[in-house]
Structure formats: structure tokens, C-alpha cells
């Protein structure tokens, strides 16, 4: 890896750790656990583009990590957490209900990820299911159709978690 980019992710994940410790004390601050920002007002605050607020979202306060994120964009676009406490099957069968018909390899690694770091999901069940989805191992299987096969692998390897 070049140093530029290495600079660069050092970077991104500085900008990722100031916006997520921001909007985790202004929830703490919050009445009922529940705040609403505007997404373009982050981005300015922060010298940011919009993406990179999508991406502590997504990274940080997901399901699994405790929050559900409902999101509007556009000109007036607003990004509302809230703060949940959800049991472990709970946890699963939302995951389950909002993995799709599809997914890449970069949103099964975040997902598991997170099911694991908040203990939803065994460490060693997580390496397996991502070892699993991996391209390498899906090598038999025409490409457009990968995402397909993933999205069914992850709901049904969470389903008999659940069981």
C-alpha cells in the first residue's frame, strides 16, 4: 500500500472516529434517546462529503450496534438515530429482514462484524459464514449472481441462529 493512501485512510478513519464520538455525545444529550441532524449540516461541519457521513452510519450505528437510522435524503435530507436495546434474537431477525435479495462481500463483512462485536453472533460462526461468501469460494458461481447467493447464505445461516 502507498503511503498516500495510507495517509488517506488515516485520514478518513480520524474524520469517521470525530464524526461518530459527535453524534454519540449529542444522543447521550438527546431526550428519549432519539436524535435528529441534517446530513449536509454534518458534512459541512465536519469539511466532509455526504458519503462519508453514510458511512459512520452504516458503520456505526447499526442495528447491531444498538440504533436504528432512518435516513431522507435531498436538499432538506435528515438522518434520525435511535437508541434501542434489542435482545440477540431480536438483533438476528431484523439483520435477517433487512439483508435483501442481495449482497456484496464488503456489507457481509460489516454485518458480521457487528454481530459479533455485540455478541450476537459467535466469532468463530462469523469467520466461518465470511470464509464462505468470499469470491474465491463462489468462484463456481456466474458472477451477477454471487450477491444473490450471499444474501440467501447470511439469512439462512441467521435463521438457524436464531432457532
Do not use: W
Not at 20 to 30: I, K, P, V
Not at 111 to 119: M, R, Y
Not at 121 to 136: F, Q
Amino acid at each position: 500500500m502507498s503511503e498516500l493512501t495510507e495517509e488517506k485512510e488515516a485520514v478518513q478513519v480520524g474524520i469517521s472516529d470525530l464524526i461518530a464520538s459527535f453524534l454519540q455525545e449529542s444522543l447521550n444529550e438527546a431526550d428519549g434517546g432519539v436524535l435528529e441532524v441534517q446530513r449536509s449540516d454534518l458534512a459541512q461541519r465536519f469539511n466532509c462529503v455526504p458519503s462519508q457521513i453514510n458511512y459512520v452510519m452504516s458503520t456505526r450505528f447499526s442495528p447491531e450496534h444498538g440504533y436504528i437510522v432512518e435516513s431522507r435524503r435531498g436538499g432538506n435530507g435528515y438522518i434520525r438515530i435511535t437508541r434501542v436495546r434489542m435482545n440477540r434474537q431480536t438483533l438476528l431477525m431484523h439483520v435477517i429482514n433487512s439483508v435483501g435479495d442481495r449482497l456484496d462481500f464488503p456489507s457481509a463483512r460489516a454485518i458480521l462484524s457487528n454481530l459479533v462485536s455485540s455478541g450476537a453472533l459467535e466469532g468463530s460462526v462469523g469467520e466461518t459464514l465470511l470464509t464462505c461468501m468470499d469470491d474465491r469460494v463462489l468462484v463456481a458461481v456466474p458472477r451477477e449472481l454471487r450477491d444473490s447467493v450471499r444474501a440467501e447464505m447470511m439469512k439462512q445461516v441467521l435463521i438457524h441462529q436464531v432457532e
